[in-house]
């Protein structure tokens, strides 16, 4: 056994297999995989391993893609052939016209990235599918390229084809421990000998914590139980002459796809079970849980209804075996937060069809620091601090129940809330919010008209429209309120914190105390990393704002470029609170909460200080993210109540009103502002978002060469503002933008503007039709619907209303 590598992969399923062979493939050939039994003896081994193209967001899509392309590939060497059943097709079915504009949303999102589905009506559903009945169906999605491989050859495939470019393969070698060194470089510790290596990954399934443990840290994943079982031979399949497509049912959770010449049923019931929460044995190895079809019978029932021949046929195996689950449901595939040099591909629910893709983008994250896609729907920092056992168990068991069902927009399911809330929030829910949750936080949507006020979730425009309409009215007649938590702030101390700020920073940063400016951090292939907020407090020290869930993401980024620098970082995300007084009124507000001289010449746009507001200490900054006039108040979380009241009160003359993200999220739109991680992605440089004022290209930055090299080859995208007409729907982040009917774009952000009554978005197109009165249609929910570059910030091009 090798005493030193590169990387150590430690679990040797589908995860770890696909993470070694991809490291080889991206350059890193001096690198081990160490499993603690036999390969696949995990969960890998009993897999229905079914392989999907569908997913959720484009990163998803372009991963399973490759998954697919890979295992084909695989599947035809002819030196060792793998069973892998491509292309027998597959059918989402939908029982509601909600449920298939979702359909036809993902299957504009597939198209930008050249997969191709088909929403299909219940007739052609049973056409392709001879066994199944039509009684309460619409239609479904159809997927074309859907299929099933054989587990543990597959792993065998891709651990082979590793080991002939370098690396090697330890079986039966737990591992015992994990010591990191000053130099950040590891040693594994194994039953058989130390492993010293630069780089770790955590690929350990179900045992995910155990290995977590050993280096200080607990991964926000908890197990399922999941079962499915294998029919006898079926005639009317066997005598079909062609294979049945897979089938998923959201109506009655369960899955299904043919096995030989019978099925294979899986279920995800609603009477589900956690596994392993109080520790695994360790004897635990190519094992199973025990059987329990008792649980799924509410599941079996839906089944037979919709395929009869199933009655008729006996069982001859049950599989039970532990799964999975994550917070959000998407894996954790990224760096490990906190560590340098650690890795984990965890939480994989569906890691045959996924595993592929994860061990590619993340053996490129490894060798390269980034991957080709936005990878932040995977990246295990996203959850930062709130994933708790108890709340993952939680939202691990609701998100196993509605395992088909998606999320609609602006749907926040139950579980596990409130797991973060400040002191207003049963203060604004008594004054009627409806909350929706950013990163846990729980953070006011729009207020209720009416006490009993709820809205249909679906794709369309809500009934919330209206209510949002009346809060960016206030704002923009007025003055309104909103609660902003869980704005990630970073305190910069030490003597070079702006040295530091502009050799992260492409752009000018502030260094005058009492200002403010926004800037960009790139990573080392030139795109987006971050965007900051910089506010030189007066005396100091220097904030550090970013999104609400960057606190993890940003804080590695900051600390991982800060060697040489005389700076110190500390988190005050979870103890401070912005309050947002924005509109007309609002000078006239906080010159009445807060003693001192608000005037737009003492205290200018752009600028901040310390103040008082009522008896509540604060921070006060003249920035604005509605193109209104408008004050972001940081205020300690303990006095959060007192600066509330105290601009109420000051408020109450001037017909201050409440308002929530919603409105905050259309005014944005209005003004040309981006959101990180929807139209802020490591995809794209900042030429390429249109952030060129921000760069100054005259000063050394981190990523300035990379961003240099990427501009002498030209824009590959250009991410414009568009006008679209429709008056139903918004367009959702993934719709394709078509020309000619070839897809030109993608949608990252849309709302309707209540201020100039225009629906808008903003999309990344080719360059060659960025030009503002362009004209395409956007594909929104299988719809072509006109739309045309327009000039960003539609409302207030000029800026001419007051800004401070
Ligand atoms: C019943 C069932 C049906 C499923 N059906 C599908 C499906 O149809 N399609 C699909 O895509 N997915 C499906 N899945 C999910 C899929 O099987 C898993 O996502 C996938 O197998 C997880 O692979 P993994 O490599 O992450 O974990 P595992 O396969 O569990 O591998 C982890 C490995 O780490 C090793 N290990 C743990 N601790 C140590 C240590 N200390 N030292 C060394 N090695 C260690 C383990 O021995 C194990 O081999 C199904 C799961 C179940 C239970």
Redesign the pocket.
Known sequence: MKTQTRCVV???????CSTLYHLTQEGWTDVVL????EL?????W??????TNFGMNQTMVGLKTHSINLYQELAEDPEYPINYHHADGGIRLANTQAQMDGYRHFASMARGMDVHFEVIDAAECARRHPLISTDNLVGGLWDPLDGDID?AQLCQALARRARKAGAEVYRH???TGLTQHRDDSWTVHTSKGDIDCEVVVN?????VN??GAMMGVHHPVASME???FLTEEIPAIRDAGHRMPLLRCPISDYYCRQEKNGLLL?FYEQDCKTWGMDGISPDF?NDLCPDDLDRVTDVLEGAFARMPALMEAGVHTV?N????YTIDGAPLVGPIPGKRNAFCI?G????????GGHGWLLAQQIVHGEACYDTWVLDPRRFTGHGNVELTALKAIEDYQNEFRFHFPNEHRPAGRPIKATPLTPVLAAEGAEFTVVNGWERAEYFKPAPGFEVTHGFHFDEAFDVVAEEVKAVQNGVGLAEVNGFNRIEIAGSDAHRFLDHVICGRVPTKEGKVGLGYLLNHHGCVKAEATVANLPGGPVWYGSAAASEWHDMDWLRAHADGFDVSFQSLTNDWTILVLAGPKARAVLSEASRGDWSAEAFPWLSVRRAFVGVAPAVVMSVSFSGELAYEIHVPNAQLYAAYLALRAAGEAHGLRLFGARAVDAMRMEKGFLHWKADLITEFDPFETGLGRFLKMDKDFVGKAALEARRANGLSRRLVSMRVDSTTSPAHPGASVMRDGVVVGTVTSGDWGHRIGMNLAYAFVDPAVAAQGTEFAVDMLGEMIPARVIAPSPYDPDMTLPRG
């Not at 430690?10 to 770890?16: D, F, L, S, T």
């Open positions: 430690i679990g040797g399923g589908i995860a770890g160490v499993e603690r039994d696949t003896s995990g969960t890998t009993h897999s229905a391993a079914q392989v587990p070698t737990p591992v690929a350990c399934g179900y045992r155990e290995v999941h079962q499915y899986g190895s599989v075996g532990p799964i999975t965890i994989l629910r569906a890691g045959l069809g996924e595993g």
